[in-house]
């Protein structure tokens, strides 16, 4: 209704307090503690008794073809006001999935991930953390959100290395940086330099270049993050003039994702505002957004930093301990995500194929693909919408193949999808490649399907 007799500031404030009180008292299903109790027998907080039977479909696994489950990340906490008030809302997608399953009996898994980090799952089923009792999962880090939030994008990663960032801000400047390398896909491409009086490239052979963000290259830079160590003093300037220089280059060739770039800075404090290297290379277009981290709980040199990410359509973050680096990293991806939710991009975006031992078939386990969507809150009370989050469904290869009209191929014709990026898709002498101990490992108990991706 309108809000009369200047009480706007009050109504937000009742609303406000509303929210923050009723939210805890919420209740849903948690994939990890359902069917849980406590000692004396009683059903756990967000557990209770929730019916498990096998489904042949499923490849017998026992699951609940009415409800969905909710997976939260072990890092967060699942009865946050945030988490909570998103599970209540996206409730609504229990009947949409079974709707869906009803019409379609060979869809299998149909989920939501959130952007604030939850993952509604159905058919509900049971997880299971590992040894230490942490499930890692976040669905923000997986291919198929990455791909249907984001655009395409070049990245480059400055790491501040000088005298200041010694022990334990060296550690979570790591940290960081290996999740920033989480969030990037094959459709981006990155490179990391560190600078201290002199700019150093973490991999020497990639100088002045991008290389797309795939497993393997990820990987790489990661074994080169420990190499890494603190001294001299640290001169922002001199990296983001090579940070541009490398975008600019890199961009005007028609190379890398020709679309969104970005610099990250990961230091912990920056002297001056470097207003000169972004008048150079940045204004008025500022077509790269500038994403600072700030290390460490002094807050100094905070101002100059937040001028940076404000003035470059970026996003400022202050990291004071490891256990605040993937949340903080997450950030970035609602920014990121503003030109779709923006022009209301609803793209449908598919991955390479992945061996899921989940879904496993009489000849071993299946190769799956995975189909995702953006979806975006277009609320009047927001400017242009924001990012809700990602949903997704997984398709078995061979029902691909089924809709091929073999008759029209020939004797001697046989058909084959690749992704944009070079990666099979399906083709007839495709074959998943595992190791056999892990599957028998594997089956003596549940991993969700989204953890065991490759």
Known sequence: GEVQNGSF???????ANILIIASPQYEYFNA????????????????GEFILEPNEHFNNLSVNLSLSVVQVPTNMYNKDPAIVNGVYWSEALNKVFVDNYEKDPSLIWQYFGSAKGFFRQYPGVKWHPDEHGVIAFDCRNRKWYIQA???PKDVVILVDVSGSMKGLRLTIARQTVSSILDTLGDDDFFNIIAYNQEIHYVEPCLNGTLVRADKNNKAHFREHLDKLFAKGIGLLGDALTEAFSILNEFNQTGHGSVCSQAIMLVT???????DDVFAKFNWPDRKVRIFPYLIGRESAFADNMKWMAC??????????????????????????SRPKVIDHEHDTVWTEA????????KKGPSLMTTVAMPVFSTKNETVSGILLGVVGTDIPLQEL???????LLGIHGYAFAITNNGYILTHPDLRPLVILLILNTLTHY???????QQ
């Open 9 to 15: 500031d009050k109504y937000l404030l009742m609303n």
């Open 32 to 47: 990890v503690l359902i069917n849980e109790v406590d000692e004396e027998g009683n059903n756990v907080e967000l557990g």
């Open 149 to 151: 939030a984001t655009s």
């Open 268 to 274: 912990d404090g920056a002297t001056q505002m470097y």
């Open 311 to 336: 003035a470059n359509k970026g996003y400022f973050s202050q990291i004071s301990t490891l256990a605040d680096v993937q949340e903080n990293v997450m950030r970035y991806l609602h920014v990121m």
């Open 354 to 361: 992945y061996v899921d031992s989940t879904s496993r078939n």
């Open 401 to 407: 193949m089924k809709i091929i009209p073999k008759h």
């Open 446 to 452: 549940y991993v969700p399907k989204a953890q065991l």
